[in-house]
């Protein structure tokens, strides 16, 4: 059988490979060097494929880095930071340089995460990228240290959070706050069976009681500050029931008193949210989705609700996979 060439590794009759390879670990790229590289943002306008038309956003997600963030008391915490960055395209051009997007967030990294902080880095990779709009969001884990109901203990209950920036083309800048909030509930209509199965047949029964998620997004107002430790403190007066992490035998029962004195259904949770939200004039729009993870059932129970401001937040929320906990 004749033997074929090979264009990168050596042939089995010991021929050698048609092209080399090699890394040079020693060579650096000066001034002159870089200024001769291909630069695909110089490409004809006819380099575009598909539909000459713009694209509202395009950037990049999930690059990560330590973060520095204030807490209410005024400690300064380092977390590790997921962040989404994306610009919009014009349509005569063919794509952006993704990587201003990240050296324009570098050039912040040493700085403390605020509204005000996200919205210097939107103006800086609008300026760079040179584009109309821009968004920025910064997903992270916050801890927060919880003391157990009866017991004394304490442990760190971690919330997933995201902070987001909106630079619109009108220059108009929006900022939003993503926070998950875990907590029980027990059935009411569940509660009652069991009752009155207990009055009428003498028959013990367990209500249904489920671990359940709400994912709370609200625009700040203008001018205004609300700390991650209010939206928590919001949603533990709504709910009350709010999952726990150290617990003794006391503390489960005192947890099991806590479900039967606040039975709620999802429609229950989201009303008791928007009462909560409602009241805080720091917030200017408010979305909420609910969901119980059902242990009656093999589907969730879910709901919805905004505040209702015209222009604003819709109930539009379908993403209910997100919310498993």
């Known amino acids: 059988m004749k033997k074929k060439p090979m264009y990168l590794h050596r042939a089995a009759d010991g021929t050698p490979p048609r092209i080399k390879r090699g890394y040079d670990a020693k ?9 001769t590289l291909p630069d695909m943002m110089e490409a004809a306008h006819d380099a575009i494929q598909g539909a000459n038309v713009p694209i509202q956003q395009v950037g990049i997600h999930n690059f990560r880095l330590p973060l520095k963030f204030r807490t209410k008391t005024g400690r300064t915490l380092t977390l590790e930071g997921s962040v989404t960055g994306t ?18 967030f570098y050039e912040h990294k040493h700085g403390t995460m605020t509204a005000e902080w996200m919205g210097r880095i939107l103006k800086t990779y609008l300026r760079r990228v040179d584009s109309k709009a821009a968004r920025l969001k910064v997903a992270f884990s916050y801890p927060m240290l919880r003391p157990s109901l009866r017991s004394g203990l304490e442990g760190w209950q971690y919330y997933e959070v995201a902070f987001e920036g909106v630079m619109t083309r009108d220059g108009n800048y929006r900022r939003f706050i993503h926070f998950d909030f875990v907590y029980s509930s027990a059935c009411p209509c569940s509660a009652e069976l069991t009752e009155h199965a207990r009055d009428r047949r003498g028959t013990y029964g367990v209500p249904h009681s489920q671990r359940s998620k709400a994912r709370i997004t609200i625009e700040e107002a203008e001018g205004r500050k609300i ?11 709504a709910l009350q029931t709010e999952t726990q992490v150290m617990v003794k035998r006391e503390d489960e029962q ?22 909560e939200f409602d009241a805080d004039k ?7 989705a609910c969901s119980h993870l059902e242990s009656l059932h093999s589907h969730d129970a879910v709901s919805v609700i905004c505040k209702g401001v015209s ?9 209910f996979g997100s919310l498993l906990c």
């Open 27 to 35: 060579f650096r790229a000066p001034p002159a060097y870089r200024a």
């Open 87 to 104: 610009v919009s395209l014009e349509a005569e051009l063919k794509g952006i340089n993704m990587s201003r997007i990240m050296r324009s």
């Open 227 to 237: 700390w991650i430790e209010d939206v928590q403190a919001h949603c533990l007066r």
């Open 254 to 275: 005192a947890f099991a008193e806590l479900n039967g004195a606040h039975l709620k259904f999802v429609e229950d949770a989201a009303r008791l949210l928007y009462r």
């Open 282 to 288: 720091r917030i200017k729009d408010f979305q909420i």
């Open 311 to 319: 222009g604003g937040f819709t109930a539009d929320f379908m993403n």
